[in-house]
């Protein structure tokens, strides 16, 4: 479970879709950025169950952005 998930605009210009995001998983920080098209291109290591982690990412912004 992701647990203290945050996200920020990577970009002063909201015309720019784009968001800085972090979270804890398995007791491990991990920092991302989600693009527009639902691309994670990560910064740092990589979690573990990387596709389960992803979906639970799109979940995540379809609630906090995209709502």
Do not use: C
């Not at 995001?21 to 639902?38: H, L, N, V």
């Amino acid at each position: 479970m992701i647990q203290h998930f945050s996200f920020k605009p990577l970009f002063d210009n909201a015309q720019i879709p784009g968001w800085a995001i972090s979270f804890f998983y398995q007791r491990q920080r991990y920092q991302a950025e989600y693009i527009k098209d639902g691309t994670i291109q990560w910064i740092g290591p990589i979690p573990p169950n990387e596709e389960d982690v992803k979906k639970m990412i799109h979940e995540l912004m379809l609630f906090h952005v995209y709502d």
